[in-house]
């Protein structure tokens, strides 16, 4: 006995892909923007169409000094 599931595929063209998965086409624009902050840290996380831009900045104290850091990354999807 076979019990493995059937699943019907079938064809689709690129152009009917883009219109039912959201595609590139279009002048709309999605945009998001996340923040995150923490006790020495704070980061920044922003999208508007097929770019993310992250920032963060973070700094500590200890016996030995001051400690500074950031960050900074672009990403196209």
């Known amino acids: 006995m076979n019990l ?4 019907a595929t079938a064809e689709i063209s690129d152009a009917d892909l883009d219109a039912v998965s ?12 996340g923040v995150h902050a ?14 993310g831009i992250t920032g963060g900045l973070g700094a500590s104290v200890s016996p030995e ?13």
């Open 38 to 51: 923490e006790a020495g840290a704070l980061g920044v996380h922003v999208e508007a169409g097929n770019v």
């Open 22 to 33: 959201g595609g590139q086409a279009g002048a709309a624009v999605n945009a998001g923007l």
């Open 65 to 77: 000094g001051l400690s500074v850091g950031g960050t900074l990354a672009v990403t196209q999807y």
């Open 4 to 7: 493995v599931p059937k699943v």
